[in-house]
């Protein structure tokens, strides 16, 4: 005799999300980068703003800082990355 | 009718396996959530299986009571021990708390529940000897589910959303029933507004237990004084932030401030007073690169007295106390919630 069980799982989405199209490349582009507000992310994204404009030249390199780096990124934050061509975000500590 | 999807395995054994594949499970084994034990969760509690407890805030997630209900049954609670899981679950969905940060920090708290009222002699809670370990069935287990089910539900899992460095032990099971029979305080959910006799949960973002011991003072001055020293101590040692921080005091201590006639109302004001250091002091644990040009500002553990919780519990002998530190400063507050199901926990 066979046991049924149940999943324990979330299953509530039903949106599902793509990634957007790439660039072909970064000349000329805007790029955004949001910042978590950490200290040790400070030199990592000087770094990274010398590479994205020295070594793939894009055009604008904007850096924005979360309020509060265990919350979502503000709306006001959202509605700046919709001007930008890339934005890179991600967890820093 | 549950309306997850389900699985059809051979065997106890076979069940175990497939949780364990999916990562399902906390590493322990775990009950089979049979759609038969799920219901009898959702029916003792006259809730449906699609009943909305609450939506997570940063991910918009909707947190259904069967999908609590499945992770309750795995965790191995009882009908009866469903309404607290549902009531410590909405509490952490409360805009205070701060549930995407508190779980997926760096920082590796654990979520401490902390149970008031009749429902804990309903439920044979234990909140005398080793009441911050595996002290009783009920505690054990409601804890337990409130890991399963960030784990399942929220991906809180070690790497997954949840980023720990470290973690500590009570991310198995944390949580304390206070022994509200052995003392005349007032318990810690009436003193959060809590009406007399209505049973109530409390959850925190809280570091690991550490553990005090003062046996040589009845001076409830000199024993909260260990108490503050740890407190301060994790203010150099970890984080200078203000918060809410959980005292636990046991029998042996707590009849020194009882004979002095010293409700926690006193405590807690003695710890406001005195839970605070001077930013230089990171300078004699090796901080000295952060104090900056701010050594002589003070801060507090405590930015008000209420914000630390009192909690009497623990066994008869030892005099031992634990201060168990926030998460991270204020970013995640303590919510206290009356119990608002279905159980039988009118005043006695």
């Known amino acids: 005799m066979t046991i049924e069980v149940l999943d324990p799982t979330y299953d509530g989405d039903t949106i599902s999300f793509k990634y957007a199209v790439g660039l072909e490349n970064l000349k000329g582009a805007t790029v955004g980068i949001i910042s978590n507000g950490k200290k040790g992310t400070f030199h990592f994204f000087n770094a990274l703003e010398d590479l994205l404009t020295k070594k793939y030249k894009a055009g604008e390199v904007i850096r924005v800082i979360k309020k509060n780096y265990s919350v979502p990124a503000e709306e006001e934050i959202m509605k700046e990355v919709k001007k930008w061509d890339a934005a890179i975000a991600g967890v820093g500590d | ?348």
Request: proline content about 7%; glycine content about 8%; some cysteine.
């Open chain 2, 1 to 348: 009718m549950p309306v997850s999807k389900s699985y059809n395995l051979d065997n106890y054994a076979a069940v175990q396996e497939f949780f364990h594949s999916h990562n399902w499970t906390d590493g322990l084994p775990v009950v089979p959530p049979t759609p038969e034990a799920v219901k009898d969760l959702l029916e003792l509690s006259k809730i449906s299986p699609e009943h909305l407890i609450g939506i997570e805030p940063v991910r918009s997630r909707a947190i259904t009571a069967e999908k609590l209900a499945i992770n309750a049954v795995m965790a191995g609670c009882l009908p009866e021990h469903f309404p607290l899981v549902c009531e410590s679950f909405s509490a952490m969905l409360k805009e205070p708390f701060l549930l995407h940060g508190a779980t997926a920090s760096t920082g590796g708290c654990a979520v401490l529940v902390i149970i008031n009222g009749p429902v804990r002699k309903l439920l044979g809670m234990n909140g005398t000897f080793n009441a911050l370990g595996s002290s009783d069935r009920a505690t054990t287990v409601i804890g337990r589910a409130i890991r399963l089910i960030l784990c399942n539900l929220l991906d809180a899992r070690p790497g997954d959303a949840d980023r720990s460095t470290l973690g500590h032990p009570g991310k198995f099971s944390f949580c304390i029933a206070e022994d509200e029979e052995n003392t005349n305080w007032l318990p810690l959910a009436e003193e959060r507004d809590i009406p007399h006799g209505v049973s109530a949960v409390t959850v925190m973002a809280a570091g690991s237990p550490r553990q005090i011991m003062n046996e040589w003072t009845t001076s409830p001055e000199e024993i909260l004084d260990t108490f503050v020293a740890e407190i301060k101590s994790c203010m150099r040692h970890y984080s200078i932030w203000h918060g809410n921080y959980a005292i636990v005091i046991p029998p042996q201590l707590r009849v020194h401030f009882e004979e002095s006639r010293w409700s926690k109302r006193n405590i807690r004001r003695y710890v406001f007073e005195h839970a605070r250091i001077k930013r230089k002091e990171w300078s004699d644990c090796g901080k000295t690169a952060v104090v900056g040009n701010k050594g002589e500002k003070e801060y507090t553990a405590l930015t008000d007295e209420n914000h630390l919780l009192v909690v009497a519990a623990g066994g008869p002998a030892g005099g031992f106390g634990a201060v168990i530190p926030p998460w991270f400063g204020t970013k995640s507050k303590a919510v206290t919630q009356p119990l608002g199901l279905c159980l039988d926990c009118g005043p006695e």
